[in-house]
């Protein structure tokens, strides 16, 4: 791929945005590519978790492409936003298998609508956020009207879309966008520890961790009845045996995703 780097690392796919001259800023291509990467976190069995994360230590990704949008009209937008909804950030939040997000700068506009589609976000100590769509006269359109205040709450996430302020780590922490902050250094080692202890839990119970909380945000579903129907429905399953039985025998469950 010309705009990512992708790499395996003990069943975990490591997805670096590389585009260090452009601050990694999404463009056509680099959606594109995204999309196809997710896909393969989707369908590849070796595959148990991702991380996402920017080249070099100056952005994640700060932002879009602004070039493309010099000729865009009303219809442009919609399909921009619509293409990149669709085939990346709505299947980042849905999918079956662990994506985080490791921040290791400047994470703005499209940048931070990346990181608010993963399941959770580690940032490092210089990390920084921000919407600031409303300087170009623009509003998100990756889903960050919708992600950044069920995160933080409505009235930050008004003050901070409609002022285009950024936020720093260590505000990112206290406001709940961030699980954790730690030194530069120590971001993709502290992202790798957390996603070898996901990958050696059930990977149906972890689907269906992400699908049952995902319907809590979901209008269209009752969150209650979806957790009781995965709750039920993961009795049926042998890592549900293996676990109980592990717990008893007092030994490591050895899980099979079955």
Known sequence: MDSLSLSLHRNTLLITINRPEK?????????????????????????????????GNKAFVAGADISEFLNLDAAGGKEMARFGQQHVFNKIENSPKPIIAAVNGFALGGGCELAMACHFRIACDQAKFG???????????????????????KGRAM??????????????LQYGLVNQVVAQKDLLDKAFALTELMN???????????EAINAAFDSTQNGYEKEIAIFGKLFDTADAKEGAAAFLEKRKPDFKGA
Do not use: F, W
């Open 200 to 210: 050696s839990k059930a990977p149906l119970a972890l689907s269906g961790c992400i």
């Open 131 to 153: 919407q600031p769509e409303i300087n170009l006269g623009l509003i998100p359109g990756y889903g960050g009207t919708q992600r950044l205040p069920r995160l933080i709450g």
């Open 159 to 172: 003050e901070l879309m409609m002022t285009g302020n950024m936020i720093d780590a260590p505000t990112a």
């Open 23 to 55: 601050l990694n800023a999404l463009n056509r291509q680099v959606i594109k590519e995204l999309g196809i990467a997710i896909d393969d976190v989707y369908n590849h069995e070796e595959i148990k978790s991702a991380i996402i994360t920017g080249s």
